[in-house]
């Protein structure tokens, strides 16, 4: 093992939860797959001699802190996690992190990521990098989500940046670190009790769904009287939208429909949406397309569907579904058939 691996070595965290220590790409693909989830990994920049892999994990109900390492820069291409949030904190190094939402380049003391599981992810991790990733099941957060914002479980999906110099940041750093030393001090033959474990559920629950922005952030500020209600007009379009989203859009009719006048019906969709009533409809449209895309019978084509659902223009409306789920239509058929 080269020098830098020595000296990542000597500052590991979790050395006694080791699971996975190997200097061959396959081994660590497989063998780190298995704990989180099938991966494709590739070293870059640097030879396969130089590679090295470290994953100590430290398991609790629900949760688990992980210090994972990669000699050289890595490419590492997880589709979607499907089963599991991560919050990833830099020790180490750097990572580039690319998704559906956004980009992010973290870094020690600058910025952690947090990846979504129905949102597909692709990193690459530079400079030897090391980090603290605190796993979190992904019912546990959905169904807490949904108690926060008074309605069913459903998707959640968190914008992928963490700022360490902010105050969220902060508190989750210095949790994570107070966690592992926890861990570390408890040992892999002692057990956490069942009331710890719960403590740091909630503190991870809470502190993420409260401070860090989601999808369903507004709903939850609305339950509990942070934000104010959407009003009825606004209801009415959308709902209106979305059970016409295959029809060529009539903003005259929409505003008849929502009791309203068309100015103030596109200024109360940016107000409450953040969005045009014109992409507020092709968000939607591109959500029953991926929808229909999962369900697809054998034999139906990507163009047929398209033209189904009310899309003229192919090329933009693969443009715009490669930016809201990361991959092409093409690539979600596949993938699923």
Request: with cysteine; hydrophobic share 45%; glycine share 8%.
């Amino acid at each position: 093992m080269i020098a830098t691996g020595n000296e990542i070595l000597a500052r590991t965290r979790l050395k006694d939860f080791a699971r996975v220590k190997t200097e061959r790409v396959d081994d660590a693909a497989e063998s780190v797959g298995r704990i989180f989830c099938p991966h494709k990994l590739t070293p870059i920049d640097r030879s396969e001699a130089d590679f090295f892999a470290i994953h100590n994990c430290a398991g609790f109900d629900g949760f688990s802190v992980n210090y994972v390492a990669y000699g050289g820069s890595v490419a590492i291409d997880p589709g979607c996690l499907d089963r599991f949030f991560l919050l990833q904190l830099p020790l180490h190094g750097s990572a580039a992190i690319s998704t559906a939402a956004r980009e992010v380049t973290t870094g020690p003391q600058h910025t952690a990521s947090l990846l979504s599981p129905t949102i597909p992810t692709e990193m690459i991790w530079r400079g030897d990098c090391a980090q603290l990733i605190l796993l979190l099941d992904r019912k546990l957060v959905e169904h807490r989500a949904a108690a926060l914002g008074g309605g069913a479980a459903q998707t959640v999906e968190f914008d992928p940046a963490v700022a360490l110099t902010g105050p969220l940041g902060q508190a989750l750093a210095a949790k994570i670190d107070h966690l592992v030393t926890h861990a570390e001090q408890l040992g892999p033959r002692r057990e956490m009790s069942a009331v710890a474990s719960a403590e740091w559920r909630e503190t991870f629950l809470n502190a993420l769904l409260n401070g860090q922005r989601h999808s369903l952030s507004a709903a939850i500020d609305v339950f509990n009287g942070r934000a104010e209600t959407q009003p009825a007009a606004l209801k009415r379009a959308r709902a209106y939208l979305e059970t016409r989203a295959t029809e060529p859009l009539d903003l005259a009719e929409l505003a008849e429909i929502a009791g309203t006048g068309i100015r103030a019906l596109q200024l109360g969709f940016r107000r409450h949406f953040g969005a045009t009533v014109t992409e507020m409809l092709l968000d939607i449209r591109l959500a029953q397309l991926n929808a229909r895309l999962k369900t697809a019978r054998p034999g139906e084509r990507i163009v047929d569907i398209a033209f189904d659902l009310g899309f003229t223009h192919l090329s933009r409306m693969a443009s715009a579904y490669r930016a809201k789920f990361g991959e092409s239509p093409k690539a979600t058929l596949h993938r699923l058939s």
